[in-house]
């Protein structure tokens, strides 16, 4: 009793000490915790591509895995462009997105809320390709706009 | 012998505006080149998809790509231009043009009116076109939605307002020549140069360009900094730059706008995709297997 009640006492010491790190990254480098979502993005998204093109054989867990991905970088990154992030860290964004908030941080919402809808919806390959090629679809929204050139 | 100086330089004087005169002539193509043409509309719809010219000429913010109201501002190191309405409106757009005044845009960067187009209008890419692509283009452009209202006045210094000198710029850069296959080159490699340098006017943004403006040609298509300014990059898209993506791998960004690392392309790109992805997989294939084909150039060196 005594060792398990000291298991989740330490247990929730470390989640609250590796949330509060991971915040604290985020505060400290909004860029390179804001890069580093978009890194895992594409990483993930790498792997949607492979197992759609059958390189790759299907697991239902990795393609939710792809959209939970998604899901997480377009609830975190909100926070991520303080107003002190404009430059720095070999950024790519724009000042346009200081300049249209509100439209970034809806684009990322509504990003984030169907890469989920997409995850509840992915079942087999045919539903991952169908769910995942809309998600994709908003990639271009804010790489279009919000994004120096660079591809 | 002073009255002989002035005697010859007057002579030189007429003979340089006579030249000035001839060298700046705006082109037209006169009707009577034009024998008459059932036009295909299929074929048009597909020349308006590769040359992507609802990536310009759409009106900006607006969800429906073929209303061609123009507006979209294109900034450059000469100043900023504004797209016309190229929608087939009567008195705004090109509803009252004929099919010699859409060449004559077209292949010569000639408005009916006579005088020339700044080459922000990429006509240096567009005078490689076939006839028939082109009428084929008229016919479709004329099917989409007549949109009211014209676009606002170029924002440019006053010694570019006056247009006369384009045609010594034409003189240099425009050569006339349409698209001529390579017999060294696969069908589908050759049909890929032609979407890419005709329709497609890749090398626009993908190529380095001089002080006036000119594509830098020993460096087509070998990237450098972005023309609109900042400190954006236009990618090389020779071997030098994508020889690492596989034949795949372009299709699929052409397709998708999806990259080898898994991102996915931004800025002008993601609305060149969004209309090339509408072509078919051959000609797809067919753009991804001319950039293959390319020798690899190493353009301007990235800061």
């Known amino acids: ?151 | 012998m002073l009255r002989k100086l002035v005697i010859f330089a007057v002579i030189l004087a007429v003979i340089g505006a006579a030249a000035f005169w001839l060298i700046t002539m705006p082109a037209s193509v006169p009707a009577s080149a034009l024998a008459p043409y059932a036009p295909n509309l299929e074929n048009g719809a597909r020349m308006f998809h590769a040359g992507g010219c609802a990536s310009c000429h759409a009106t900006p913010k607006q969800e429906d790509k073929t209303r061609l109201g123009g507006g979209l501002a294109l900034k450059s190191p000469f100043g900023t231009f504004f797209t016309p309405n190229i929608s087939p409106d009567g008195k705004d757009g090109i509803g009252n043009w004929s099919e010699a005044d859409f060449l004559t845009a077209m292949w010569k960067g000639t408005s009916p009116d006579g005088s020339h187009y700044y080459p922000a209008f990429p006509y240096t890419s567009y005078q490689r076109m076939k006839m028939e692509d082109v009428r084929d283009l008229f016919a479709y452009l004329k099917t989409l939605p007549p949109v009211e209202g014209k676009p606002r006045d170029h924002d440019l210094p006053f010694y570019l307002k006056i247009r006369r000198l384009l045609g010594g710029w034409k003189f240099l850069y425009l050569n006339g020549r349409q698209f001529q296959p390579d017999p060294a080159k696969s069908a589908e490699e050759n049909r890929g140069a032609y979407l890419v340098n005709g329709p497609g006017h890749c090398a626009e943004c993908h190529s380095p360009r001089n002080p006036l403006g000119g594509v830098i040609v020993s460096e087509r298509f070998a990237g450098g900094p972005d023309p609109e300014g900042g400190d954006g990059w236009i990618p090389n898209i020779t071997p030098a730059g994508i020889g690492d993506y596989s034949q795949r791998d372009i299709e699929r960004i052409l397709e998708t706008g999806e990259m080898p690392n898994g991102d996915s392309v931004g800025g002008p790109m993601a609305a060149v995709v969004s209309e090339i992805s509408k072509l078919s997989n051959e000609d797809r294939a067919a753009i991804a297997a001319y950039l293959k084909s390319l020798p690899p150039v190493k353009g301007p060196k990235r800061p």
Not at chain 1, 18 to 33: E, K, N, R
Not at chain 1, 46 to 55: D, F, Q, S
Request: glycine residues 6%.
């Open chain 1, 1 to 151: 009793m005594e060792g398990a009640r000291e298991m989740i006492r330490t247990g929730l010491a470390v989640a609250v000490l590796a949330f509060a790190a991971t915040a604290l990254v985020a505060q400290s480098d909004p860029i390179a915790a804001r890069k580093a979502l978009m890194k895992a993005n594409g990483d993930q998204n790498k792997v949607a591509t492979e197992m759609l093109e059958g390189k790759r054989p299907f697991n239902v867990d990795e393609a939710k895995k792809v959209l939970a991905t998604f899901a997480e970088a377009g609830e975190k990154a909100p926070a991520l462009f303080p107003d002190d992030s404009k430059t720095g860290g070999d950024t790519a964004a724009l000042p346009a997105i200081w300049e249209n908030k509100a439209d970034f941080q809806a684009k990322l919402a509504k990003f984030a809320q169907e890469s989920k809808a997409a995850s509840n919806a992915t079942n087999d390959l045919d539903s991952f390709k169908i769910q995942i090629t809309e998600v994709r679809k908003n990639c271009g929204g804010c790489h279009q706009t919000y994004r120096k050139r660079t591809s």
